[in-house]
Antibody
């Protein structure tokens, strides 16, 4: 069965960096693009980034452009989100989700990132 | 950038009611729209993709319609498990989500 498991969240000071991971299993990972989506406490969903199946194209939401970088290692079935220059407003649960015509058909359980001094 | 506007923001209804949630796009997104259901503390769950296609395993009381800039999600007869927050998402270009509609028990 398809599984997406995020890790790497935690408490980090403003201006510091953090890298999230999303480990995939149960499907041909190298055939699918992958999204990162976040949700601040008590708020709605915000799309963060997309990486194509082969890593050849990457897209970002305006609020993270220039600070966050999405990457993937198809040999490890893992997608990453490198988050630099973190701000208080980046505090959120971060989810990875599978792309496709049935966009978001599978999601991870999320990992909480708290940016606080 | 595409803006997605959902209405209403909150909807109060009773078990057995028929409810409709609307999502409007600021520009033409063809049929590239998805609907999700989210319960507190849980990841979103895909209900409808490409505007009107029911995801596998989703009850048939859920349906989606629309194209271009106006879309609707309809639940034909509310069940207790349906009380949740619903989001639309365009995936024509920006992957923008609507702000959400909280469906509450009346």
């Amino acid at each position: 069965q398809v599984q997406l498991v995020e890790s790497g969240g935690g408490v980090v000071q403003p201006g510091r960096s953090l890298r999230l991971s999303c480990a995939a299993s149960g499907f041909i990972f190298s055939s699918y693009g992958m999204h990162w989506v976040r949700q601040a406490p008590g708020k709605g969903l915000e799309w963060v980034a997309l990486i194509w199946y082969d890593g050849s194209n990457k897209y970002y939401g305006d609020s993270v452009k220039g600070r966050f970088t999405v990457s993937r290692d198809n040999s490890k079935n893992t997608v990453y989100l490198q988050m630099n220059s973190l701000r208080a407003e980046d505090t959120a649960v971060y989810y990875c989700a599978r792309d496709g015509i049935r966009v978001g058909d599978y999601w991870g359980q999320g990992t909480l990132v708290t940016v606080s001094s | 950038d595409i803006q997605m506007t959902q209405s209403p923001s909150t909807l109060s209804a009773s078990v057995g009611d028929r409810v409709t949630i609307t999502c409007r796009a600021s520009q033409n997104i063809s049929s590239w729209l998805a609907w999700y259901k989210q319960k507190p503390g849980k990841a979103p769950k895909l209900l409808i993709y490409k505007a009107s296609n029911l995801e596998t395993g989703v009850p048939s009381r859920f349906s989606g319609s629309g194209s271009g800039t106006e879309f609707t999600l309809t639940i034909s007869s509310l069940q207790p498990d349906d009380f949740a927050t619903y989001y639309c998402q365009e995936y024509n270009s920006d992957y923008t989500f609507g702000q959400g509609t909280k469906l509450e028990i009346k």
